[in-house]
């Protein structure tokens, strides 16, 4: 019989999956048989059983505490979260027995909070529109709550075993699974933990690897002033601990309108159902790729980390009706603008 004892054992070991039909017209890739171009593999990490590529890091920073003494048994997890993090740490709290505090801004869609509450989580939320020094912002607040006894914040800005999960593990995955043909490398930044640990793995292996960001137009990453995105668990309004600025070699600034247009072609063309991080990390790899053709490479190996799925966006990105509030395209606005015309 093939089991698992814990759900913690089901973590990593992602699958690589080769991106076609969302290339074509631009790059002609075929969905089955070699690619004649880059080839460009997208790592899915909502394959992860808490549904994102945080379960990573949840694991690697609790067991850590563990081991230090920062966490006690009984104790509580304080941490300020936009749902993915708090979706690991919440998952494998409760399965060492720990008590989760989770901090929100409010612009994290009700579908993320409620995820939480169903693992058993206390949610707080907080507004977006205060300076992260203000006392309501969700830094502070989950640090008055962290200051309480038993508590410990694991802080995945500045909690090293952040990017050292991904040093430890993806990084390594994503050398394996390509043979170490892997040229580039591409995902969004938040923490900077993903990029960071991966790239710098990727990169003792084989200097040449090349590592890009992708960020929302706006955050600091893309030299932007945080000015205020809609794409959730990316871009950043000040520099965190995790984020190694020595790894990337390049950044990717996207839109929202195109990180949310491509999301939702990845669903409706390669059946990929993600989030709209992942949409944007795949529009900067599409870039790239289609750049590396024009140039002739046709060697290159592009792998991009899709973080997590579309199922907690179905209110936001995949509703037309949001989408349209906020001036985005979608099809069936463009259906509907026809029928009006004729
Ligand atoms: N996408 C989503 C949906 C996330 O929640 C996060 C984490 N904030 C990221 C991307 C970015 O990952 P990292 O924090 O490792 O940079």
């Known amino acids: 019989m093939q089991y698992a004892n814990s759900l913690l054992e089901l973590i990593g070991n992602t699958p690589l999956l080769k991106l076609s039909t969302s290339l074509a017209p631009e790059l002609k890739v075929e969905k089955y048989g070699e690619p004649t171009g880059p080839l460009l593999l997208a790592k899915v990490e909502y394959m992860n059983p808490g549904g994102s590529v945080k379960d990573r890091i949840a694991t690697r920073m609790i067991e850590a505490a563990e081991a230090s003494g920062e966490l006690q048994p009984g104790g509580t997890i304080v941490e300020p979260t936009s749902g993915n993090t708090g979706v690991g740490l919440a998952m494998v709290a409760q399965e060492k027995g720990y008590k989760c505090v989770f901090v929100c801004p409010d612009k994290v869609s009700e579908d993320k909070r409620n995820v939480l509450r169903a693992y058993g989580a206390e949610v707080v939320v907080c507004p977006t529109a205060v300076a992260p020094e203000h006392p309501d912002s969700y830094y502070n607040v989950s640090d008055r709550l962290a200051s309480q006894p038993g508590a410990w914040k694991p802080n995945q800005y500045s909690n090293p075993n952040n990017p050292r999960s991904h040093y430890e593990t993806t990084g390594p995955e994503i050398w394996a699974q390509t043979e170490g043909k892997i040229t580039h490398f591409v995902a969004g930044c938040g923490t900077g933990g993903t990029i960071s640990g991966i790239g710098r793995y990727l990169k003792e292996q084989n200097p040449d690897v090349q590592v890009i960001g992708a960020d929302p137009a706006g955050s600091v990453y893309s030299g932007g002033d945080g ?3 809609l794409v959730e668990g990316v871009g950043e309004d000040f520099w965190p ?3 190694d600025r020595t790894i990337a070699d390049r950044i990717i600034e996207v839109s929202d309108a195109d990180s949310f247009a491509f999301t939702r072609r990845l ?8 989030g709209g991080s992942a949409g944007m990390a795949a529009f900067a790899a599409k870039q790239l790729a289609a750049e590396l053709a024009a140039e002739g490479r046709d060697d290159a190996v592009i792998v991009v980390l899709l ?27 463009a259906d509907l603008e026809l029928t009006v015309g004729d």
């Open 267 to 274: 669903a409706k063309e390669e059946a990929l159902l993600v």
């Open 307 to 333: 973080p997590d799925s579309g199922r907690g966006y179905l209110t936001k990105i995949f509703n037309d009706q949001w989408m349209g509030q906020y001036g985005f395209a979608t099809e069936t606005t």
């Open 227 to 229: 000015r205020p995105y």
């Open 241 to 243: 601990e995790t984020y």
